[in-house]
């Protein structure tokens, strides 16, 4: 996306912009996916999965919240990532 803006536009600093973001999203992933995204255990084959129901098996939860899937967790991170670089491009790059 990154080289896609720069070579439209040639704006370096939408390059740069959308270059942390990115990788700010990446992070923000990772965060939410590892403490809020919800994890069940199957109790079949204990498998640590996102799935409800594995092996036709109710599975237990252990750790997140039920309402945040990873479905959830990447339309945050992108939201954010989006957000981001969109603060970058129009306050902090437009200074330098």
């Known amino acids: 996306m ?50 409800e129901i594995h092996c036709d098996m109710k599975c237990k939860k252990v750790s997140g919240l039920k309402v945040i899937d990873n479905c959830n967790v990447n339309l945050i991170s992108n939201i954010m990532s989006g957000v981001f670089s969109l603060i970058l491009y129009v306050w902090v790059f437009q200074v330098l």
């Open 2 to 51: 990154a080289t896609m803006f720069y070579i439209i536009n040639f704006d370096v600093r939408g390059f740069f912009s959308i270059i942390l973001g990115s990788v700010f999203g990446c992070f923000v992933d990772t965060f939410l996916g590892d403490l809020v995204q919800v994890k069940y255990i199957c109790q079949k084959c204990e498998i640590i999965t996102e799935k």
